[in-house]
């Protein structure tokens, strides 16, 4: 497990607005070449270095620029690619309760991962610390996968993402309670309850949650 991220940053990025509130914080998926792990692929993706010569995929997308704030690899490692204060361009065509254009007004943080296999223990464990430290510094309400914000064109972080083990670990980290309610609607979905008094709880069934 790191302690210590790494920072590389991304010139993919642009200023917010002064009095706009982060309120959403959104996991991605990400793997290239896709569903291998481990290589430079995504650091270069995200700093506009992605050589369409090494692998066919690139050649279709080496283009593009796009970053994330923060990537997290299999073994926990965190890198950081752009400022919390600053939006980075993650989100693409989306909306969240009615409003469009997620990148203005949340935080991303890719995964190294894929829709067809599990994550790892080390990844659950430094998402939720950074998830934890972001909650402490901005007024997130939701946290949310890039499937919901652009269903139907997205589908990361996918299946194999376990929204109930990341409401565990966070449950019994003793993360903000800001956190805890932040996640509430993900982890109702995978039978976790979470309320202001009790923080979560489970297995819960979802018949026996409090109205």
């Not at 996991?27 to 569903?35: F, K, Q, V």
């Not at 980075?88 to 890719?110: L, M, P, T, Y």
Request: include cysteine; hydrophobic fraction near 40%; charge should be negative.
């Amino acid at each position: 497990m790191f302690n210590t991220p790494r920072l590389r940053v991304s010139p993919n990025a642009d200023s917010r607005s002064a009095d706009e509130r982060i309120t959403l914080v959104v996991i991605h998926a990400i793997s290239l070449p896709p569903d291998r792990f481990g290589g430079p692929g995504v650091e270069q993706l995200f700093t506009n270095t992605l050589d369409p010569s090494e692998h066919p995929y690139y050649a279709a997308i080496h283009h593009l620029r796009v970053s994330a704030h923060f990537f997290i690899r299999r073994d926990g490692e965190r890198i950081d690619f752009v400022s919390p204060d600053l939006r980075a361009w993650h989100a693409g065509v989306s909306q969240w309760k009615g409003r469009e254009r997620c990148n203005d007004f949340s935080i991303g943080i890719e995964l190294e991962g894929c829709d067809t296999l599990p994550f790892e223990p080390a990844q659950y464990l430094s998402l939720a610390a950074l998830l934890d430290e972001i909650c402490v510094r901005f007024p997130v309400t939701d946290v949310v996968g890039h499937s919901d914000i652009a269903p139907g064109r997205k589908t990361d972080p996918g299946p194999y993402f376990d929204w109930h083990r990341l409401g565990q670990i966070v449950a019994e980290s003793g993360a903000s309670e800001r956190l805890l309610v932040a996640l509430a609607w993900k982890c109702g979905q995978a039978g976790l309850v979470c309320d202001a008094q009790d923080k979560m709880r489970w297995p819960f069934p979802l018949a026996q949650r409090p109205g």
